[in-house]
């Protein structure tokens, strides 16, 4: 998608989390913080784009759900980027339907090594799908 060091949004309302989930990937990522589902929701309609979005699912204001589905409608492309990330395991899946999504679900507390995979794969499954 974006020409250079693949770019990264991290949503999430906490600060400490969101530059904990940041730190591992700035080697080889562009990371951009959005400390919340509205922050997100107005980068990208002000025109950012990212080659993967991770957003955690349970944020005040508009949660991690609210923020794909608002992406599926205005913006295709970045809501097929879309990744969650939640401490919630069984809840969140039940609570919000999860499986109704054809996105990952990354569980925090994630290790560094597991998170620098789980962008990777990710994002080579994503530039697999790209004509």
Request: net charge neutral.
């Amino acid at each position: 998608m974006s020409e250079g060091r693949p770019r990264v949004l991290v949503v999430d309302d906490d600060p400490l989390t969101a530059t904990a989930i940041a730190r591992p990937l700035l080697r080889q990522y562009e990371v951009t913080l959005a400390s919340g589902g509205a922050e997100a929701l107005r980068l990208v309609r002000d025109g950012h784009a990212f080659d993967l979005v991770l957003c955690d699912l349970m944020m005040p204001g508009i949660h991690g759900v609210a923020v794909l589905e608002s992406l599926q409608r205005e913006s295709p492309a970045q809501a097929a980027r879309f990744v969650f990330l939640t401490a919630r395991v069984r809840s969140a899946q039940e609570d919000f339907d999860l499986g109704r999504f054809a996105v990952r679900v990354l569980h925090k507390p994630i290790s560094a090594a597991a998170l620098r995979e789980a962008v990777a794969t990710t994002l080579a499954e994503l530039a697999r799908r790209e004509p």
